[in-house]
């Protein structure tokens, strides 16, 4: 008999996530720092999640974003058509392309702005959007 494939929790996410962020550069790993407590704030019932090789974040059991840091930018996902319709002012700036949006790491993190994104994912999610 096969063995019971084991639900991963928030708490068995904290460990990879953790992990993930301090293999960063440090420039990066601050950044990535401020994007998990910013969606936390914005999301308080959203369940920690490292999948895909990236930190997310889980609501009702569905993806709300992940997130993750490269060389010079921090990127967060998925950030739909629909929200990048919405949004188009607040993103001029920014490098975005099918579900992402790229914050430079030369810029301050638009903390303000990952929030409102992250809303709006729980808007769509909830089927509020």
Do not use: C
């Not at 950044?31 to 959203?46: C, E, G, K, M, V």
């Not at 975005?96 to 769509?124: N, Q």
């Amino acid at each position: 008999m096969p063995a019971k494939a084991k639900r991963t929790t928030a708490a068995d996410a904290a460990g990879p996530v953790e992990a993930y962020i301090r293999s960063q550069p440090p420039r990066t790993r601050v950044a990535l720092r401020s994007l998990r407590a910013t969606i936390r704030a914005a999301a308080p019932d959203a369940a920690e999640n490292f999948s895909y090789r990236m930190p997310g974040f889980k609501l009702d059991g569905k993806a709300l974003v992940w997130y993750a840091g490269w060389n010079e930018h921090t990127s967060l996902y998925p950030i739909t058509g629909a929200i990048q319709k919405a949004f188009a002012k607040d993103l001029k700036r920014f490098e975005t392309s099918t579900g992402t949006v790229r914050f430079p790491l030369d810029h301050p993190l638009p903390l303000p702005l990952v929030r409102r994104l992250v809303k709006a994912r729980i808007a769509e999610i909830r089927g509020k959007g």
